[in-house]
Nanobody
Framework: QVQLVESGGGLVQPGGSLRLSCAVS????????MGWYRQAPGKQRELVAT???????NYADSVKGRFTISRDYARNTVYLQMNSLRPEDTAVYYC????????????WGRGTQVTVSS
């Protein structure tokens, strides 16, 4: 059973930083595509950052240069370092794991709230 548990969210002032963690059990992140998504109130869930099993990364234009996705294989954990946070970054952040064998498998965590406000 694949499970993803996010942590690290909270309240931060504009310009501040947070690091989100996504602890994965049931499957190695080294052979999975991992991603961070977010959903603000009244908006659709949107991609923030992804990393393939081969290490290629992709970022939403709105977070390029401010956010960094990384992996710790020993801890089987994916991180999202968020710097220079803005009020518009306020959202629930979700971790995603995906892979394909006979079909596409897609798993989500329950999310962690990030609020950027003074």
């Amino acid at each position: 059973q694949v499970q993803l548990v996010e942590s690290g969210g909270g309240l931060v002032q504009p310009g501040g930083s947070l690091r989100l963690s996504c602890a994965v059990s049931g499957r190695s992140i080294s052979v999975s595509a991992m991603g961070w998504y977010r959903q603000a109130p009244g908006k659709q869930r949107e991609l923030v950052a992804t990393v393939t099993s081969g290490g290629s990364t992709n970022y939403a234009d709105s977070v390029k240069g401010r956010f960094t996705i990384s992996r710790d294989y020993a801890r089987n954990t994916v991180y999202l370092q968020m710097n220079s946070l803005r009020p518009e970054d306020t959202a629930v952040y979700y971790c995603n794991l995906g892979y394909s064998i006979d079909r596409i498998y897609n798993y989500w965590g329950r999310g962690t709230q990030v609020t950027v406000s003074s």
